[in-house]
């Protein structure tokens, strides 16, 4: 009895002394909150990792169990890349809010274990299907609920190195996926029930490690005052439904290029015979490193700098993505013009993409609904894509061309919409940023 409330006592310290951290306007970061960003980052890895090992393995499932075309776009809709993870989304990120941030985290890796332990042993059609979709909906719960997190114990000026890292960690799980990909390439599809196999363990060690995090002192006492008054109509209201509309706009288009890349790229270069299967899965992890060169050594560096560096890196950035999917409507599909469209949208898309769209996700919404805003929105988009990915498989079967023009303009709209309507909140709290906006 002493020994468990010793442990409680240590707990609520841990949590005041992150809290008290969170709210101060300095840009120092403990080595705690570097270990909780690493544990909460891990539901970035676990996503993507699982997205690009389907996309990775989805030409092999698809002659071992005769898949035509209309069942792999409706396994990419179903799954973490799309609905599937939408669905998790809506909920996880509601419950977080109403039930706290821990509560989700806590078991929610355990379903996404019992998914991919699935769809490793898949020998028939169902089992595929049934644990694409659970993958789907675990991620789906974790991300809001996990970055919502890092964002309430985050320092204010530092809170985009921070969500900046969760990024890395997105693009360091297709990175260890495709490399493992690339070397299991002569075992066939044997290779990728590995690969499943090991996201089955590290979801296990993470959910492991997860257990000693304690609970956002930020949401613990927001839920404890008059703060909890925050209906989910006050979502659709005002300041709140401008943020959610900015924060939506910018993820669903983007997301939509973003998704094609990721999940799709080994299956376009196969089937349109611009590449084999080892150098389409070489191709992707490039792309991959190249996000998580530019996240760190840029993004990280200088997302907290000011209003104005935020601007300068959109901008950019927005313009290279453009670029990177405009060549595929004047230019043939073949490995020279994907080598260029990778490199142009992976520098891109990590000064005009999601790490901006989480950073965003945190400051625009009280606490109370957060969780919520960021699981609509990400939920929004993931379904976006999952109607697209149904359709992507026909629409790309005899060239890329249409495909390409439609995510061009797809980018058009993220990237004004998020260079001209870019909220000004680098470097201040959330609580500044809150008393701002309910204000103006």
Not at 21 to 32: K, L, N, P
Not at 193 to 216: D, K, Q
Not at 414 to 439: C, D, H, W, Y
Request: aromatic share 12%; with cysteine; charged share 10%.
């Amino acid at each position: 009895m002493t020994r468990v409330k010793e442990d409680e006592e240590n707990h609520m310290t841990s949590r005041e002394a992150v809290g008290a951290s969170a709210v101060e306007d300095g840009g120092t970061i403990s080595r705690q909150q570097w270990r909780w960003s690493v544990l909460a980052g891990m539901a970035s890895y676990l996503d993507a990792g699982s997205i690009v090992a389907l996309g990775a393995g989805l030409a092999l499932f698809q002659s071992y169990l005769g898949l035509s075309e209309g069942a792999v776009g409706a396994l990419a809709a179903i799954g973490p890349n799309a609905i599937g993870c939408a669905i998790g989304a809506f909920i996880g990120g509601r419950l977080g809010d109403k039930l706290g941030r821990k509560r989700i985290y806590k078991y929610d890796l355990l379903v996404y274990a019992a998914g991919i332990l699935c769809i490793a042993l898949a020998v028939n059609t169902p089992m595929l299907f049934i644990g694409t979709f659970v993958v789907g909906v675990a991620v789906g719960a974790d991300v809001p609920t996990s970055l919502a997190l890092v964002g309430e114990f985050s320092p204010s000026k530092a809170r985009g190195k921070l969500l900046g890292f969760t990024q890395v960690a997105w693009n360091l799980g297709p990175v260890i996926v495709l490399l493992l990909s690339l070397a299991l390439t002569p075992l066939d599809l044997l290779g990728t029930r590995i690969v499943f196999l090991h996201l089955f363990v590290i979801a296990l060690i993470t959910w492991a490690m997860r257990r000693g995090l304690s609970e956002s002192a930020r949401w613990t006492s927001a839920s404890s005052t008059k703060e909890v008054k925050y209906q989910l109509k006050a979502l659709f209201q005002g300041a709140h439904l401008k943020a959610l509309l900015f924060t939506g706009l910018v993820y669903v288009f983007w997301n939509i290029a973003a998704g094609t890349g990721g999940i799709f790229t080994p299956y376009v270069i196969k089937t349109l015979n611009a590449g084999s299967q080892a150098a389409s899965v070489a191709l992707s992890c490039a792309g991959f490193v190249i996000g998580i060169l530019v996240t760190t050594l840029v993004f990280m560096r200088f997302a907290d700098r000011s209003h104005s560096t935020r601007k300068w890196m959109w901008g950019i950035g927005a313009v290279m993505q453009i670029v990177a999917y405009g060549i595929y409507v004047v230019l043939p599909f073949n490995i020279p013009v994907i080598i260029a469209n990778i490199v142009l949208f992976g520098v891109g898309c990590s000064l005009a993409g999601e790490a901006f769209y989480k950073v965003w996700s945190q400051e625009l919404f009280p606490t109370m609904l957060r969780g919520t805003a960021q699981g609509f929105t990400f939920g929004v988009a993931r379904t976006a894509l999952g109607v697209w990915s149904f359709f992507l498989p026909t629409l790309a079967s005899g060239g890329f061309t249409l495909a390409g023009g439609l995510l061009t303009l797809f980018l058009v709209i993220s990237g004004g919409v998020g260079f001209f309507f870019m909220p000004n909140t680098s470097g201040k709290s959330l609580e500044q940023i809150e008393a701002e906006r309910t204000t103006a």
